[in-house]
């Protein structure tokens, strides 16, 4: 499975922006979908999951209630939908696909896209 990650940006702290990731290769559309994030100097962090089927989804608590994660599977894109964005949500995004879904510490994804910054300015 090959990802591709894109739509981030700069934006001031209390906007949006809505990340792409657009997988291709073999059944694509039957793995479950994330996205992660990483600071310079600090450990890659879990964002938001999705089953392949979209049916469910798992949230990191810094950003439940303002971030959403969907798919659209005839596209074989999974989105990332970033809502009142503060500074400290600025960070390399990366999406990721595994054929089991998880979400949290213990989920590490066996395919990887290359990031895309996101920077939120005060």
């Known amino acids: 499975v090959q990802l591709q990650a894109s739509g981030g940006g700069e934006v001031q702290a209390g906007g949006s922006l809505r990340l792409s990731c657009a997988s291709s290769?073999?059944?694509?559309?039957?793995?479950?979908m994330g996205w992660f994030r990483q600071v310079p100097g600090k450990e890659r962090e879990f964002v938001a999951s999705?089953?392949?089927?979209?049916?469910?989804?798992y949230y990191s608590d810094s950003v439940k209630g303002r971030f959403t994660i969907s798919r659209d599977n005839a596209k074989n894109t999974a989105y990332l939908q970033m809502n009142s964005l503060k500074p400290e949500d600025t960070a390399v995004y990366y999406c990721?696909?595994?054929?089991?879904?998880?979400?949290?510490?213990?989920?590490?994804?066996?395919?990887w896209g290359q990031g895309t910054q996101v920077t939120v300015s005060s």
């Open positions: 990721a696909a595994d054929r089991v879904l998880g979400g949290g510490r213990s989920w590490w994804p066996d395919y």
């Open positions: 999705i089953s392949w089927s979209g049916g469910r989804t």
């Open positions: 290769g073999r059944t694509s559309s039957n793995y479950a």
